[in-house]
């Protein structure tokens, strides 16, 4: 339900900061996110996994001058925030003083978006998610095919204040169906939908797309590995931008020199256009980060050329600028990250995306990939869910999957066409709507069997 | 404890569960991160709640809670078996579990000295040294040191009479140093592991003493050339050994993913059942089990979270595929009981299958060092950088931190990202020597995800390191 369970969030952080302003806290953030989280699961056509969760987790970042301590608990009785907030402080108290000043943001107007939340998510019920898990099977069932997938629907409260007079609160949810259809060759193909109001979601269309595929992938034949020109799906292209913004996008990794990322550098083709951008109601919008800052837009990629990184309050302090609103839960020494990343569209259907390959290779889907060289953004994965031939600007038939072993940043530069419609996405670094893209070169280094 | 894991039981079976059982954890974690002489954070973590897992119908429901209170027993146990009622809806085959006897006991990971007893600035301390002596090498970008320690109580009970009770510690830490020069970023670290235990292991990791050592492996990597592509005999030292066990045994003897339970998430594996017993996996030097009994693992424990007592499986002897992970649901489908390999990454998430310490066992004859005398010409490699595996666990491809030529039994030119690539049985075949005890390490993986929604396992593996033959390396374009 949208309606709290616990007492207010920000009722409790408010507690927690009284405990750590007692206690001698020069300056204190206190972050209560509380979840109801529920997932359910299919395989082999049945559900075979079914989960709920409920939690309220308070973490407090306590500054003594130049000294942190950071401590969290699920626990939510006085007694609990009194000892995360005696943790805290004695953390701080042992700790060495570091040399720069401990940045938290202050105070500013937060335009909160309509649509982070919606009630159908919050409230969504296990026989609504089976129904759902019944119709994408049923889907499968058609196609003479099995289906393997989650259908998940999650409430997020999140509450942030701090002793500067930041005070935030939203309630947000996110719902995502995704599914492998699979038949008994093994062939299989993917779909997914996400959205923040889990009604929106197709469920019949997303199992038709993934049977549909899984039907049209059987009998796979082997091409060699080497250099193709390529149509990423959007499934595929949602870890380009992942990595990026892993590897690249987040100012303390430019600030420590382990990113490709410099503002007026080119690095992808005119045709490429990222932003972070929270408020797009095209995405997964959020209001404030997890410092309680407003989220602004940023720039990332403008037509090829980096426009700019994303900052939370530390970065930015170092920086001498202000932050973007990007900041995690502390303590974070991984940096800020663009959780809301969105790719511009292009003008091409999917039809001329796979029509402008004189030979090459349409991918459905990245598996398991990982950086090899990470300022280069060598990343290595494999094919998956669908792999095709295409010749002469056709589907000739389903390939064995492939390994790749490729520069994301010359997959950007190699941009030849983009896609006129987006997807929304959960990847491995938050929400992301993506196109699908026609690359003029793609590195596949080996083979597998199916 | 058993006030409310008995409520939560009777609620279940009173509202139709023919199965029920229930964790109740506690745990405390404890994380320090320096980043180039800097405290980048400590801080201490603690959550607690239970977990109550239900059939009903023949169909699994699972529902878990943070608040502590009978009332919240009787929500969550009854919330469980709505969620299993529904799962009921969409189900070809009803649940069969296998006939364990009702588990009772309790466990506790031997600690020498409490990592949580330790004051931070103690810990703090031992970092600091760490991170400045890799510092001291000059030229150094940016150095990295982290510290992690994790205690959990559980309880587990069940309606069959089953009462454990276990408390495991694990402690890990690891020393980065990166070397920045242009477009080149190279890392070294040491060890990237972690171990079931107290604040000793760390201290006898001597993280200082190494610090020089690996900032100026870093700074020659960066004058190293790049590993080139070839074909050729590759060395694998035991921290990059069990990495490739990891991804191409480990998993792909899960008995969940092989029945395709984890097909829409990691995927499923070639180690279909009707191989059981006769599939050639490896080469004859190729002994490989799961053993969650050994001292000092991050998949040791006294009972798994079904309740079925730790155990030690073989998975691949003299190269043959003969056994898998299992749990209570999938062991009877392949005519087994359950290995006891199922558990859960906190309260808050049903057991899953998961690797317990996966080892490859040493064998008597050659030391390490020895198999590096024996080889004529290949690449010795050191310590896994990134990994990557195939659905079906059968094509992969590793990077290492450090990759040096051998050429006449002698170990010569370095070379940067190296990295090497191959299918897995063919290349478990091609493994001509497994080095002896003396190299035997024991290593921690604290970071092995699987399933929906996501958790984070703690696995072993142990390694002593292996040649093998006509391995393609130098993958991609440089």
Redesign the interface.
């Known amino acids: 339900m949208l309606s709290e369970r616990d007492p207010d969030g920000l009722e409790l952080a408010e507690r927690v900061l009284r405990h750590a302003e007692a206690l001698g806290a020069t300056q204190a953030e206190v972050l209560v996110d509380e979840a109801e ?1 529920r ?19 308070v973490n407090l970042r306590f500054v003594d001058e130049r000294r ?8 939510t009785d006085d007694e609990a925030l009194r000892r ?1 907030a005696e ?2 402080a ?2 701080a108290r ?3 003083e ?3 000043a401990v940045h938290l943001p202050g105070p500013a107007p937060i335009a909160y978006v309509h649509g982070a939340a919606a009630p159908a998510t919050a409230d969504a ?3 609504f ?3 759902a ?2 119709e994408v ?1 049923a889907a499968a069932d058609a196609a003479g095919v ?1 289906a ?3 259908f ?1 629907t999650d409430l997020e409260r999140v509450a942030l204040a701090n002793s500067l007079g930041v005070r935030a609160q939203e309630a947000r949810t996110w719902s995502q169906l ?3 259809a ?1 038949g008994s060759a ?1 062939e299989a193909g993917y779909a997914e939908a996400a959205a923040v109001d889990c009604t929106a979601i197709d469920v019949a269309a997303v199992g038709r797309e993934a049977a549909d595929k899984a039907r049209s992938a059987r009998a796979p034949v082997s091409v060699p590995p080497g250099d193709y020109p390529v149509v990423l799906e959007p499934y595929a292209v949602v870890d380009l931008l992942d990595m990026l913004g892993y590897l690249g996008f987040s100012a303390l990794a430019v600030q ?3 990113s ?1 990322f410099e503002p007026g550098k080119v690095i992808g083709s005119p045709l490429v256009t990222i932003v972070d951008d929270a408020e797009d109601l095209a995405g997964a919008p959020i209001s404030f980060d997890y410092e309680g800052t407003p989220k602004r837009r940023v720039p990332l990629v403008e037509a090829g050329v980096c426009r700019e990184a994303v900052y939370d309050a530390q970065t930015a302090a170092r920086a001498g600028r202000e932050s973007t609103g990007h900041g995690l839960p ?4 991984y940096g800020p990250f663009p959780l809301n990343m969105i790719m511009s569209a292009g003008t091409a259907s999917r039809e001329e995306l796979i029509g402008g390959l004189e030979r090459g290779l349409l991918v459905t889907r990245f ?10 953004v ?1 990343v ?3 094919t ?1 869910d669908g792999t095709f031939l295409v010749e002469h600007g056709r589907i000739v038939g389903p390939v064995r ?1 492939l ?1 790749f ?3 994301y940043l010359d997959a950007l530069a190699g941009v030849q066409a983009v896609g006129r419609e987006r997807r929304l996405l959960r990847g491995f670094l938050g929400a992301s709507l993506v196109p699908a893209l026609r690359i003029g070169a793609f ?1 596949f ?6 | 404890m058993p006030e409310l894991t008995d409520r939560a039981l009777d609620t279940a079976v009173q509202r139709g569960a023919t199965f029920a059982d229930v964790r109740q954890t506690r745990r405390a974690d404890e994380s320090i ?1 320096i ?1 180039s002489g ?12 239970f ?1 109550v897992r239900v059939l009903v119908d023949g ?9 502590l209170t009978a009332a919240e027993a009787d929500r ?1 146990a009854a ?2 078996v ?6 009921a ?5 009803r649940v069969e579990l296998d006939s364990r006897p009702p588990a009772h006991g309790t466990y506790r990971t031997p600690v020498v000295e409490d990592p949580f007893a330790l ?3 103690r810990k ?1 301390g031992d970092l ?1 040294a760490a991170d400045e002596a890799m510092r001291r090498v000059p030229g150094i ?2 150095t ?1 040191v ?1 510290y992690d320690a994790q205690r959990e109580w559980k309880t587990y009970a069940a309606n069959d009479g089953s009462l454990v009770e276990q408390e495991i510690s694990h402690v890990g830490a690891v020393i980065e140093a ?1 070397a ?1 020069q242009g ?3 190279q890392r070294r670290s040491y060890p990237d592991s972690a171990a079931a235990g107290g604040y000793e292991w760390v201290r006898d990791l001597d993280l200082a003493g190494n610090g020089e050592r690996v900032a100026s492996q870093a700074m020659a990597l960066l004058a190293a050339p790049q590993c080139p592509p070839m074909r050729t005999t590759v060395i694998l030292h035991p921290s990059q050994l069990y990495m490739q066990v990891h991804e191409s045994c480990g998993h792909p003897c899960e008995l969940d993913r092989v ?9 499923t594996s ?1 180690l279909t059942p009707d191989g059981l017993g006769t599939f050639r996996y490896g080469s004859e030097l190729i002994d490989i089990v799961a053993d969650a009994t050994v001292p000092g693992g991050l998949g040791t424990f006294g009972w798994d979270d079904e309740g079925v007592a730790a155990q030690r499986v073989p998975l691949i002897e003299a190269g043959r595929h003969v056994g898998y992970l299992t749990s209570r649901e999938t062991a009877p489908r392949i005519g087994a009981q359950s290995g006891g390999a199922m558990r859960a990454d906190g309260w ?3 057991p899953l299958i998961r690797m317990t310490n996966i080892n490859l066992l040493p064998r008597p004859g050659m030391s390490f060092d020895d198999i590096v005398a024996d080889t004529d010409e290949g690449l010795l490699l050191a310590t896994n ?8 666990r ?2 992969f ?1 590793f ?1 290492t931190e450090m990759g040096w030529q051998v050429k006449g039994g002698k170990i010569g030119q370095l070379y940067k ?1 190296p ?1 090497y ?1 191959g ?1 897995t049985y063919e290349f478990w075949g091609s493994c001509d020597a497994v080095a002896d005890e003396r190299s035997y390490t024991l290593f921690g993986t604290p970071n092995c995800g699987k399933g ?2 996501g958790q984070i396992g703690h696995v072993g593996h142990g390694a002593s390191g292996a040649r093998f033959r006509d391995v ?1 390396v130098g ?4």
């Open positions: 989280s997932l359910t699961r299919f395989a082999n056509s049945e559900i075979h996994q079914n989960v709920a969760e409920s939690n309220t987790m942190v301590g950071c401590a969290s608990t699920n626990r995360l943790s805290a004695r953390i042992f700790m060495p570091a040399d720069e019920t296990p026989e998610r089976a129904a898990a019944r099977i099995q393997y997938g989650s998940t995704l599914t492998v699979m093994g420590e020199g382990r490709f502390a303590p974070n020494p598996h398991y990939t990982n950086p090899v060289h990470p300022k280069l060598i290595t994965g494999m998956r999957n390994r072993t490729q520069s590195t280094t080996g083979a597998t069997e199916h | 991160a980043k800097r405290v980048e954070g400590v801080t201490f973590g603690d959550s607690e709640g977990g169909a699994w429901g699972f529902a878990a809670s943070n608040r969550v919330e469980a709505r969620i299993a009622r529904a799962s809806t969409a189900l070809r085959h004051s931070v600035e703090v600091l970008g940016f990295e982290r990166n920045v477009d080149d970023i029945f395709g339970t984890e097909a829409s998430y990691a995927g070639f808050n998430r049903i950088r990134s990994w990557s595996i195939d659905d079906r059968l094509n491809q990077a990202n990295t690539t299918i929906e929604p393609q993958v991609g374009k440089w």
